[in-house]
C-alpha cells in the first residue's frame, strides 16, 4: 500500500481566510494537535509576512518533535533568511519556496519572460540549499501554466536541489482529468523525476479540490496539501480528512492511504473551527454535524437494521461515538419506536400509535424534536400519573450572608403528611434536597431550566426538570408566579412520574450498533 504524506497548511493557507487571525498561542494549540492527528508535514506560516508571524512559526518549530516544520518563503533572499531565522530549533526544518509560472501571472505580475522566472527559481533555490536539506518549490499557479514549460520548470527544480515540488491548482481552475494528467506528464517525461516527491496543492474556487487531490494521487502524487475543514483562501483548500477518509475507506480503489491517526480527526475539527471562529456547514463531508445523521425514515429504518445500508464508514473512525438518527418530520415509526424505548418508555402499540400522530403533528411545526418534546408528549398526553406526593407548604429562609435553609411539607396518597428541612448552596438546592428527604428517593437531577409562560412582572414562571434514577429517566413540570414554588412543583412531579414508571418494567433494549437517536 502506497504511503500518501499529508501537508497541512492550516496555519499559513488556512489562516489566510478572511477574517481569520491566529495569535501564537492559537497556532501552536493546532499545531501541537496536527502533531497528534499524525501529519507529516506543518506548514507553520510567512515568516517574512511579519514580526508576529516569524515568532509564531518560531515557537511551532520548538514545539513539534514528530512532524517536519515548515515556513514559506518567496524566491528571494530575505525571505529565505526570515525562514532560516524562524526555523531555529525544528527537529526537521524545511524550506517553501514558490514563483509563479503561468502566463498570465508572469505576464501582469512578474513582468517575467520565461528565461527570467526559470533563472530567478534556480538562484533561489541554490541559495536555500546552503541552508536547507529539504526544499519543496512551487511553481505558483502551476494549473494554468503551459504543460511543457511546466515540465521545464520541474527539472530546473530538481536540478537546483529541490526535494519536493509541488504542483498547486492555484485559483480551482482544473477539472480531475486535468489536473491528474499534469502528474502523469510530468512522470513520464522530467528527467531524474525519481528522486523528488510530487505534491499536489488544490483550492475548491469550483469545488473541486477533493477530486483534483485525488486525482493526483490515481496518477502518482506523493504527497497531498490541505487544511482542516478546508479553510483557506477563497472558497478554500483541499479538506485533509476528507482525502483521507476517501483513502481509507476506498483503499480498493486508490491503492494508497495515509498514516493519519484518524480518530483525532473530529477532535482537530472543532479546535480549528473554534480558533479560527469558521463555523463547519452541517453538511460538510466527514466532520459536519450531519454527516452521521439520519432523519428520513426509510434512511432509519435501514440504519437501525444494518448500519452499512446508510454509511460507509462509521464514526468511530474519525473519534466521533456513534451516528445520531434525527427525528423530525421525515422520521418513520420504526425509528419513533426505538427512541421511546432508548429513553426508558414502554407502551402498548396503541399508546405508540396514538404518540407517533401527535409526534407527527409536533414535528410538521418544529425542525428537530428533542428528547425532552418527547418526554412531553408521553407524560403529558398518555401517561397517567398519580400524586404520590403533593406539595402542602413551602417556606424558605435566604439572605446574602446566611446559608439557604427550606422546610417541606407534602402530602401523601393515604392523606397524611411529612415534612423535612434541609440547607443547601441555593434556594433551589435547600428545596431539593429537603423533597429528598420527604421523598426518601436517591435521583440526579440532569437538567434544570425556567421559562416566563406570560407577560409582566406578575408572570407565570415554568420550571422544567429532568431527573435520572438508573435506567429511569423523567422529566416534571411546574407553574406558578413565584418560581422558587414552580421548581418545587416540578421536581415533585418528576418524583410522581418516577414512582409511576417504576411499576412498568422497561423492555429489553434492542442493540443498535451505537446509534443514537436524538
Known amino acids: 500500500m502506497r504511503k500518501i504524506y499529508i501537508f497541512d497548511t492550516t496555519l499559513r ?14 497556532k501552536l494549540e493546532i499545531a501541537l494537535q496536527l502533531e497528534r492527528l499524525g501529519v507529516d508535514r506543518i506548514e507553520a506560516g510567512f515568516p517574512a509576512a511579519s514580526p508576529g508571524d516569524l515568532a509564531g512559526v518560531n515557537a511551532v518549530a520548538r514545539a513539534i518533535k514528530n512532524a517536519s516544520v515548515i515556513g514559506l518563503a518567496r524566491s528571494r533572499e530575505q525571505d529565505i533568511d526570515a525562514v532560516r531565522e524562524a526555523l531555529k530549533g525544528a527537529q526537521d526544518p524545511c524550506l517553501h519556496l514558490f514563483l509563479a509560472s503561468s502566463p498570465i501571472h508572469r505576464k501582469y505580475k512578474l513582468k517575467m519572460s520565461k528565461e527570467q522566472m526559470l533563472e530567478t527559481a534556480d538562484k533561489a533555490i541554490r541559495y536555500a540549499k546552503k541552508y536547507f ?3 519543496e518549490f512551487s511553481p505558483e499557479d502551476a494549473g494554468r501554466t503551459e504543460l511543457d514549460f511546466l515540465c521545464e520548470v520541474t527539472a530546473m527544480a530538481i536540478r537546483a536541489g529541490a526535494t519536493v515540488v509541488n504542483i498547486p ?17 510530468l512522470k513520464e517525461n522530467v528527467a531524474d523525476i525519481e528522486k523528488i516527491q510530487l505534491s499536489a496543492h488544490c483550492h475548491d474556487d469550483l469545488g473541486m479540490a477533493t477530486a483534483n487531490a485525488l486525482a493526483a494521487v490515481l496518477n502518482g502524487a506523493d504527497q497531498i496539501e ?30 494508497a492511504k495515509t498514516s493519519l491517526v484518524l480518530g483525532e480527526i473530529a477532535r482537530t475539527s472543532r479546535l480549528v473551527s473554534k480558533l479560527t471562529g469558521m463555523v463547519v456547514p452541517g453538511n460538510k463531508a466527514i466532520v459536519g454535524a450531519n454527516a452521521f445523521a439520519h432523519e428520513s425514515g426509510i434512511h432509519q429504518d435501514g440504519m437501525l437494521k444494518e448500519k452499512t445500508t446508510y454509511e460507509i464508514m462509521s464514526p468511530e473512525m474519525i473519534g466521533l461515538k456513534e451516528s445520531t438518527l434525527v427525528l423530525g418530520k421525515h422520521s418513520g415509526r420504526h ?21 407517533f400522530s401527535k409526534f407527527k403533528d409536533l414535528a410538521d411545526k418544529k425542525k428537530e424534536v428533542s428528547d425532552e418534546d418527547i418526554r412531553a408528549l408521553i407524560e403529558e398526553k398518555l401517561i397517567e400519573t398519580p400524586e404520590v406526593f403533593a406539595l402542602d407548604n413551602l417556606q424558605l429562609s435566604y439572605g446574602n450572608q446566611s446559608v439557604p435553609t427550606a422546610t417541606i411539607r407534602v402530602t401523601t396518597l ?11 448552596n441555593g434556594s433551589v ?17 440532569e437538567d434544570y431550566s425556567i421559562k416566563s409562560v406570560t407577560q409582566g412582572k406578575d408572570a407565570l414562571g415554568e420550571v422544567h426538570v429532568l431527573m435520572r434514577q438508573g435506567d429511569y429517566s423523567v422529566q416534571g413540570r411546574g407553574v406558578s408566579t413565584d418560581i422558587l414554588e414552580a421548581s418545587a412543583r416540578a421536581y415533585i412531579d418528576a418524583i410522581n412520574r418516577l414512582i409511576e414508571k417504576r411499576k412498568t418494567p422497561a423492555r429489553t433494549r434492542n442493540s443498535r450498533d451505537n446509534v443514537t437517536l436524538i
Open 226 to 255: 490541505g487544511t482542516i475543514n478546508g479553510i483557506g483562501e477563497r472558497a478554500g483548500n483541499t479538506s485533509l480528512e476528507e482525502v483521507a477518509m476517501a483513502l481509507e475507506t476506498r483503499q480498493d480503489f486508490f491503492q
Open 13 to 26: 493557507d488556512g489562516e489566510q481566510s478572511p477574517g481569520v487571525n491566529l495569535n501564537m498561542q492559537e
Open 133 to 135: 536539506d529539504k526544499i
Open 414 to 424: 393515604d392523606g397524611g403528611a411529612v415534612e423535612e428541612a434541609a440547607v443547601g
Open 429 to 445: 438546592d435547600a428545596i431539593y434536597k429537603a423533597i429528598d428527604k420527604v421523598t426518601k428517593e436517591e435521583v440526579e437531577l
Open 335 to 355: 425509528a419513533f419506536r426505538e427512541k421511546l424505548i432508548d429513553i426508558g418508555y414502554e407502551l402498548s402499540d396503541e399508546q405508540v400509535n396514538t404518540a
Open 169 to 185: 491548482d492555484t485559483v480551482g481552475y482544473l477539472n480531475p482529468s486535468e489536473f491528474g494528467n499534469i502528474f502523469k506528464v
